[in-house]
Structure formats: C-alpha cells, structure tokens
C-alpha cells in the first residue's frame, strides 16, 4: 500500500514539475494587416516570438498555408525570456481581392505545441485602374451627425452607410477617431462595385460636458477622395439627480 501511495506521489510531482518547468511561445501580436496590396508586390512583415516559459523553446518547423507564403523564423532555439522574429512573405502575384493566410509554428510548448500567425489584406489591380480609369470611389451617404442634447454618462451610437460607387475594389485601409470617447465598427473593409457598407460609431459621454465635436475618418483606396471624415455634434448636459 505504502508502495502504491509513493508511486502516484511521485507521478503527481513529477507532473507537477513539468507543467512548472516548460517552455512557453507567447508571440506579442499573432494577428497582422496589410491593408491595400498591388496585385505582384511582395510584403513582409515579422511576427515577434518570445519563450515567456522556464525551460528551453525549441521551433522544429514553421509551415504556411499556401505557398505564395515564406516563413522563416531567425531562430530556432531560445531560452526563457528570449525573443527572435518570424518573417513572413507573401508574394501577390496572379492573386485579387481579400486575403486571409495562415502561418504555423509548431514547438516543444507543450500546452501550445502549434501556433496560429494571420495575416490579411486586399490585392488591387493597381495597375489597371491607372490603364483604363477604373477607380473604387468612396461615397458616405452623410458626413455630418448630430446627436442633439445627450445626458452626461450615455454611450450613444449612429451607423453612418457608405458605397463603393467606382468600378473597382474599394478597400477601407484603416478608421481614426478624434478622442478616446469614440469608437468605430466597419461592417466590411472591401467593397465591390455598387456594393455597400456601414461605420457603427459609438460616443461616450462620461465625465464631459457641454457642446463637443468629434470627428471619425475613414482612409481608403480611392484616388480623389483617399480621407473622408464625419463629423460628431453632441450637447451634453448634467446628469440628474
């Protein structure tokens, strides 16, 4: 009996130390963004990994999901606390519209043995739009909102709609907002001709006060109005008591 209560003793703490002393790949963002792609251009872009574990990592491979991808990580062995890069390429050659791909690495972490990189975009024909005039074209069907008089503390939101009124992909690169008090939500980063989209703003009032004006710009592909911005009124007053 005292046998078979050391054996699962030693089972437990030999568990135990495994799950103590091990490797761990943590990658600081494991999702990236080309935006707008040439269809032929050739991106880059390195994917930081580091081993936030206790024992040595080690990355025995690095495959990708297509093979318009190379990955190839600097290197393969790091010690805890340690850092390199995966550096990804991604050649657009005979390839249109958005892109989703994937890049795994496999390793000795043994919670995480594979890990999923992403990395998305949109492939433009630039050099067709240049030839024959055949732009994406941006349009909002407003640009100006306001909310009127808004109690101090309410989150108040708007959809603003907009179209893609060109006759090629229209690809919304990236939305700003003015302040920290408001958020944008796109329904769809590309758009193809005649299709339509929308921006869910929301804004905060809390700890403001009086007239504001906040702006929301979206930045796209369109060649003659490449910024559009809408602009935010709101009154807000004193919260009741």
């Given at each position: 009996?005292?046998?078979i ?53 080690i ?48 390793s ?24 024959n ?15 009127g ?15 893609n ?22 329904s ?13 703003i ?7 006060e ?19 911005t ?9 919260r009741?008591?």
């Open positions: 009996m005292k046998r209560t050391l054996f699962f003793l030693l089972s437990f703490t030999a568990t135990l130390f495994a799950q103590i002393v091990a490797p761990r790949i943590s990658v600081k963002a494991d999702n990236h963004d080309f935006g707008t792609i040439t269809e032929g251009e050739v991106v880059t872009h390195n994917f930081e990994i580091q081993n936030t574990g206790t024992a040595e990592l990355i025995s491979q690095v495959r990708a999901s297509c093979g318009c991808t190379a990955a190839k990580p600097a290197k393969m062995k790091l010690k805890p606390g340690e850092k390199t890069f995966v550096k990804v390429e991604f050649n657009s050659e005979n390839r249109l519209g958005p892109q989703e791909k994937f890049v795994y690495v496999s000795n972490d043994p919670v995480n043995p594979e890990y999923k990189l992403t990395f998305t975009g949109v492939v433009v024909d630039k050099n067709l739009a240049s030839k005039g055949v732009n994406p074209k941006l349009t909002l069907n407003k640009s100006t909102y306001d909310f008089n808004v109690e101090e503390g309410k989150i108040v939101n708007v959809k603003i709609g907009f179209k009124e060109g006759k090629s992909v229209l690809v919304i690169n990236d939305v700003k907002t003015s302040c920290g008090c408001t958020a944008a939500l796109l769809s980063k590309a758009l193809k001709p005649d299709e339509s989209g929308s921006v869910r929301e804004l905060d009032t809390a700890n403001r009086g007239k504001l004006t906040r702006t929301v710009t979206l930045y796209s592909n369109d060649p003659q109005n490449p910024n559009q809408i602009t935010l009124f709101v009154n807000i007053e004193k009741k008591s």
